[in-house]
C-alpha cells in the first residue's frame, strides 16, 4: 500500500429508492462508481467495479499496468453482472491510484463517465476529468454553455461507462506533491454543490472522511436529486524529485484508443 497517500469516503441515499453508488478508500486504491439509473444491476455493477480494484489495496508499489488490469477487470465483472440480471447494467468509474511511475510517487486519476475529480488548490476545486456526457459534447461544440448543462434535458446522457463494451480509459498523471487534496465524486454532488463550494469546503475540512462528509451532507441539504457519494485522497510526506519543481504538477496520459501501460510525460 502507499505509505504516502491517505483517504477516506461517504455515501448517502439521497432522495433514491436505492443506492447505486459504491466506493473503496483504502491504502493507495481511492474509487467512485455509479451505477447506471435506471438500469437492471446498477447497484450490483457499481459494487463490481470496486470490487475490480479492491486486489490493489495491498500492493506496493501499485504500477500503471495493474491499474490497466484492474479497469479490464471491472469491465469483465459488470458483464457478468449484465448477463445474471438479463440485461445491460452499467457504472461509472472515477479514482485516484497511489502509483510508482519512473521511480517517483505519481497519483494516477482515472475516468470513465461523468463521476468527476478534482484538485483541491487554495481553495479552489480544479477539474481533472472530463465528463463522458452528451452535454460535455455540446459545451464542447460550443452549443451551450457549462450553466445551460446543468439544466439540459439530456444532463443525465452519459456517453461511456464501465459496461458499454469500449476499452479504454482516461488517465491523468498527478504529481504527489506533500498537502495536495483530491477530491472524487458521483455527479449527485455536482447537481447540487458548484466547483466554488466543493473548493472551500475541501480545503477547510479537516480529515478525509470528516470532508467527504462534510460534501455529502452539503449536497443533501441543497437538495440533490441523486445517491451521492465522495472520496477525498490526501498526499501526505511523499518523497518527490527536487528537480521536478518546476515541471507540470498535471501530466496527461490518453488510454482511449489503445490501453497501454506507458504514461507519455507531456505538459
Known amino acids: 500500500m502507499a505509505r504516502w497517500s491517505a483517504g477516506g469516503g ?8 436505492q443506492n447505486q453508488d459504491a466506493f473503496l478508500s483504502e491504502g493507495g486504491v481511492h474509487v467512485v462508481a455509479d451505477g447506471m439509473g435506471g438500469h437492471a444491476g446498477g447497484a450490483e ?21 495493474e491499474v490497466s488490469d484492474a479497469v479490464a477487470r471491472a469491465r469483465e465483472l459488470v458483464e457478468e453482472v449484465a448477463r445474471s440480471t438479463g440485461g445491460y447494467s452499467g457504472s461509472t468509474l472515477t479514482g485516484a491510484i497511489a502509483i ?37 459534447e ?6 451551450i454553455t457549462p450553466e ?82 465522495v472520496v477525498i485522497a490526501d498526499t501526505l510526506d511523499a518523497r518527490t524529485d527536487p528537480d521536478a519543481s518546476g515541471e507540470p504538477w498535471i501530466v496527461w496520459g490518453d488510454f482511449l484508443e489503445d490501453v497501454d501501460t506507458t504514461v507519455e510525460r507531456s505538459a
Not at 461517504?10 to 429508492?17: E, V, Y
Not at 467495479?49 to 489495496?57: C, G, N, S, T
Open 10 to 17: 461517504f455515501t448517502a441515499i439521497g432522495p433514491r429508492a
Open 148 to 229: 445551460q448543462a446543468l439544466w439540459h434535458p439530456d444532463r443525465n446522457l452519459v456517453t461511456r461507462a464501465i459496461g458499454d463494451g469500449r476499452p479504454g480509459f482516461d488517465g491523468w498523471l498527478i504529481r504527489a506533491r506533500p498537502g495536495l487534496r483530491l477530491v472524487l465524486a458521483s455527479d449527485g454532488l455536482m447537481k447540487s454543490v458548484p466547483d466554488a463550494s466543493i473548493g472551500e469546503i475541501a480545503a477547510n475540512a479537516g480529515r478525509p472522511l470528516e470532508a467527504a462528509q462534510m460534501l455529502v451532507d452539503h449536497a443533501i441539504a441543497e437538495g440533490t436529486n441523486d445517491n451521492v457519494t
Open 138 to 143: 455540446l459545451v464542447d461544440a460550443g452549443r
Open 45 to 65: 455493477a457499481a459494487a463490481a467495479v470496486v470490487d475490480a480494484f479492491r486486489p490493489l489495496v495491498d500492493a506496493d508499489p501499485i504500477t500503471p499496468a
Open 100 to 136: 510508482e511511475y519512473d521511480g517517483e510517487p505519481w497519483w494516477l486519476v482515472i475516468n470513465v463517465g461523468d463521476s468527476r475529480a478534482y484538485a483541491i488548490d487554495g481553495t479552489h476545486a480544479h477539474q481533472i476529468t472530463v465528463d463522458h456526457s452528451h452535454v460535455q
